[in-house]
């Protein structure tokens, strides 16, 4: 069973920032696509952003975060990252990071399709005054 790693949630106020992480000691990140998803109590899981594999040329931010939020990579750390600033309320919810073994981030009907293997156990973003 393959896992991903998150960290870096935490409480902030609005306008405030966050970087979250995400890695894994099971496989090497620089091959895979990845995304963050986020869920809030009583919604469905939602797809926030996404990066290409390798260099990450390949980038994609849901309309309700573009311009706050920034997804990269650091291969040499197996690392992606998702900085989140000018945070909002509407921010608050459980934050994954996914992938799967051909999973890429195209976009279907304007939303990102999750994977389907590869989560992480979620870490906790609230944004609250």
């Known amino acids: 069973q393959v896992q991903l790693e998150e960290s870096g949630g935490g409480l902030v106020q609005p306008g405030g920032s966050l970087r979250l992480s995400c890695t894994t000691s099971?496989?090497?990140?620089?091959?895979?696509?990845v995304g963050w998803f986020r869920q809030a109590p009583g919604k469905e899981r939602e797809g926030v952003s996404c990066?290409?594999?390798?260099?990450?040329?390949?980038?994609y931010y849901a309309d309700s975060v573009k311009g706050r939020f920034t997804i990269s990579r650091d291969n040499a750390k197996n690392t992606v990252y998702l900085q989140m600033d000018s945070l909002k309320p509407e921010d608050t919810a459980i934050y994954y990071c996914?992938?799967?073994?051909?999973?890429?981030?195209?976009?279907?009907?304007?939303?990102?399709?999750?994977?389907?293997?590869?989560w992480g156990q979620g870490t906790q973003v609230t944004v609250s005054s």
């Open positions: 099971e496989f090497t990140l620089e091959h895979y696509h």
């Open positions: 996914a992938s799967d073994f051909f999973w890429n981030c195209a976009v279907v009907s304007g939303t990102l399709p999750p994977p389907k293997d590869y």
């Open positions: 990066i290409s594999d390798e260099g990450g040329e390949v980038t």
